[in-house]
């Protein structure tokens, strides 16, 4: 059940990094969601090794939504660098 209610959430900070940074992504639902549950766990490694979260406890809302974006950030540098070829 904890994985199915991660994915939840992930997709739900997923839609708000989108909404944050708008703009045509290659992917749809599904890496929303993905990039939404990897944001929300890169915020929480962060976190724990910075000291704010205890090991075990989730990112705060707003940790994972920032993880997102900057996961969706990268996502899109890496894409748009590998779509664009020499002399075009």
Sequence with gaps: MDIIWMLV??????AIAKLLMPGSDPGGF???ALI???GSM????IGRSAGWYRPGE??????A???AVALLAVYR?????GNTRPGH
Excluded: K, N
């Design 42 to 45: 890169v915020a929480g490694m």
């Design 58 to 63: 989730p990112a705060g809302f707003i940790a």
């Design 30 to 32: 599904i890496i929303t």
């Design 9 to 14: 959430i992930g997709l739900i900070i997923g």
């Design 65 to 67: 939504v920032i993880g």
């Design 77 to 81: 540098a890496v894409i748009v660098r």
């Design 36 to 38: 939404g549950v990897a």
